[in-house]
């Protein structure tokens, strides 16, 4: 089919503009597709009201939906989604130490300050639950993300700033990715389908709400960009952060010593180099590697320690956090059993698991065995250093508790997506991207209204 030859010239020159400015283009893209979800979620929220059993019934309050007690949409509310609730009080009121957490629980037990009153009879009160009952749960969610809305909170309104800050800090991410993508592979049509996958991945619904994952992808993102840059001190930075994250932010040591020592190999010479090309082996000397990096990538696991310490001082157990994380399934101790169970057991009665839930579903297994098959499939396509980081954050959630979230924990895993977004088909991406974009909407949807608690 041909255009004429003013529209062709104008498609060639608003081709060339995207691909010289292409970091600016993704960054449009980023805003478009962000707005894309606003408005959906708003639209949804209008047309399908929140059943009350359903919001009480779905996780700890901090405060109360307007859905629910003035029966009105707000915007910034619609994104207070069950941890989200967790983490506006720790970003307004800290953690609790000992004292206030037995206050607390005196509270509960006087069922006094819940912030919304019951008609009387109302069937829906029994399943009233309160962040500030249960305060001593706010030691299962890391600090850094409840900071970094604390912060913005300084000349912001709480909800305000929480939108503020989760926005800004999941479209840098995006960004980031984007850049990592380029910087690896030097190609921005591989990138940008990357970046496409990602952002309508359909649990990726889950960096509009106030959710650390953009942060967690942010950090983890940066700390291979860095090191891949020469950054070392630097990346060994955002690694120990990554670590404040999420307790689950200290595996990123792996894949950031298998980056490390890459680099640290000596050049190729010319004649390693042919001898690679005619397929024999060559051996290189412990004492000719550059372990600077290394060492140096060694601290990021450090990057826990200010938690354990405040942990110890704030309740008297270094690992309060560990205790308190029991409540949503985790099992440290129990590797193989969770393994075990989460393969085999709920594998077992996959027909009997309802498609969505809060805990083993359907949805969730088939994306766990979906996600083995890219990570089976990637290990030759992929750098090993960003291979190690899918195959972790595919195996750790299921060493330490069900298949709860899994699928959401999936969207952190941005090496898949540029995998899926080299497969040389064509069609299959855009297969992809459609199915991805029709689950996101239906995902986000069922968010909003508190119809799953992923």
Partial sequence: MSFPPGVESGANRLRSLVSRHHYLSV???????????????????????????????GGHHYGIDPRIAEHRVDFLSLWIYADAEWYLSIA??????????????????????FPYTFAPGDPVAKYRKYTEWDSDAKYAFFPLYPLSIAMVRLVLPLHLAAFAATNAISGLAFLAVYALAFTYFSDKGLAFRSLALLVFYPFSAFYQAYYSEGLFLLLAVLSFYCLKKGRTGLSALCGALLALARAT?????????????????????????????????????I????????????????????FLLFNYFNTGHWNYFALAQRKWGYEGGAFLD????????????FFRLKLLS???????YAMMLLSLAVVVLSYKRLPLELWSFSALQWLMPLLLKDLMSFSRHLSISFPLFIFLAGIRQRFVWWALLCCFL?????????????????
């Avoid at 609790?96 to 069922?111: C, G, S």
């Avoid at 004492?287 to 450090?302: H, K, Y």
């Avoid at 995902?443 to 608690?453: A, E, F, L, P, R």
């Fill in 92 to 113: 307004e009121r800290g953690y609790p130490n000992t004292d206030r957490m037995q206050k607390d629980a005196a509270a509960h037990a006087a069922r006094i300050g």
């Fill in 358 to 364: 809060d805990h083993d579903c359907q949805v969730d």
């Fill in 27 to 57: 960054f449009v893209f980023i805003l478009l597709t962000k707005a894309l979800f606003w408005t959906w979620s708003l639209a949804v929220a209008h047309w399908f009201p929140v059943p009350p059993e359903t919001y009480f019934q």
């Fill in 249 to 285: 932010g200290v595996a990123i040591l792996v894949p950031l010593l298998v980056l490390a020592v890459k680099q640290g190999l000596p050049a190729e010479t010319r004649a390693v180099k042919r001898a690679q090309k005619l397929k024999r082996k060559t051996a290189v000397r």
């Fill in 338 to 349: 969770n393994f075990l169970h989460n393969i085999f057991v709920a594998g077992s009665n």
């Fill in 438 to 454: 029709a689950g996101s909407l239906v995902i986000d949807g069922m968010m909003v209204t508190w119809h799953w608690v992923g």
């Fill in 287 to 306: 004492g000719a590697i550059d372990w600077s990096s290394v060492r140096m990538v060694c601290l990021t696991p450090l990057g826990l320690a200010p």
